[in-house]
């Protein structure tokens, strides 16, 4: 871990000081990842002061070590240099584009960190592994599918004609039949069966 933390403060230093410069107006990955690098750590340092707390309340004396005012320290630092890029990006960039790609970056740097620090991948069983795999990537697909087709508009006309002769997705289910061209040619041909039939019938 804290060889995953030395790598996250140099790349972090290095985005800020030699590439958001340089490219941070022109790339919304920049100012992204430095909010998503920098946000592993300040969910790390959240999870630390979590377990300080909760040993404070247990009455361990918590607040006479200096790894909890050092991930207090750190937590500020962190929070602030993420709403700052935050800021910027939104202020540069549309919001349909910083929030998916944000969420993705972020949530991926903060399981990657957890998994290097409380080391939660091994005691997991490859259900659980495939499940939250699985679950992350559905979520990132909604998302994307959220925002993408945000300003499409979608109505009844606009759906293919055998989804609106189901009446069981309209709430009640009390939708009225609507009949399909293909429903008119079959009750024309039934009518005109009927009518030869009535022809054919000798009279009283």
């Given at each position: 871990?804290?060889?995953?933390?030395v790598?996250?403060?140099?790349?972090s230093l290095?985005?800020?000081?030699a590439?958001a410069?340089?490219f941070?107006?022109?790339?919304?990955?920049?100012y992204?990842m430095?909010?998503?690098?920098?946000g592993?750590?300040?969910v790390?340092c959240?999870?630390?002061?979590?377990?300080?707390?909760?040993?404070?309340?247990?009455?361990?004396?918590?607040?006479?070590h200096?790894l909890?005012?050092?991930l207090?320290?750190?937590?500020?630092?962190?929070?602030?240099?993420?709403i700052s890029?935050?800021?910027?990006?939104?202020?540069?960039y549309n919001?349909?584009?910083?929030?998916?790609i944000y969420y993705?970056?972020f949530?991926?740097?903060v399981?990657?960190c957890?998994a290097?620090?409380?080391?939660?991948?091994?005691?997991?069983?490859?259900d659980g592994?495939v499940g939250?795999?699985?679950?992350?990537?559905?979520?990132i697909?909604?998302?994307f599918l959220?925002?993408?087709f945000?300003?499409?508009?979608?109505n009844l006309?606009?759906l293919p004609?055998?989804l609106?002769?189901s009446?069981h997705w309209?709430?009640?289910g009390q939708?009225?039949?609507?009949a399909l061209?293909?429903?008119?040619?079959?009750?024309d041909e039934?009518?005109?069966?009927?009518?030869?039939?009535?022809?054919?019938e000798?009279?009283n």
């Open positions: 871990f804290i060889v995953f933390a790598c996250v403060v140099g790349s290095v985005l800020i000081f590439v410069p340089r941070g107006q022109r790339n919304v990955l920049v992204i430095i909010c998503s690098v920098i592993s750590l300040s790390s959240v999870k630390g002061l979590g377990i300080g707390i909760k040993e404070l309340f247990s009455g361990t004396a918590v607040l006479k200096a909890f005012w050092a207090l320290i750190c937590l500020a630092i962190c929070v602030s240099i993420q890029y935050l800021n910027k990006a939104l202020d540069i919001t349909s584009i910083v929030t998916p993705v970056f949530t991926t740097s399981m990657v957890s290097i620090l409380f080391k939660e991948w091994l005691r997991m069983t490859v592994i939250t795999i699985s679950g992350f990537l559905t979520i697909l909604g998302i959220l925002h993408a945000k300003d499409i508009t979608f006309d606009s004609l055998y609106r002769r009446p309209f709430p009640g939708q009225p039949y609507v061209p293909e429903d008119d040619m079959q009750a039934r009518n005109s069966a009927r009518g030869g039939e009535q022809k054919r000798p009279p």
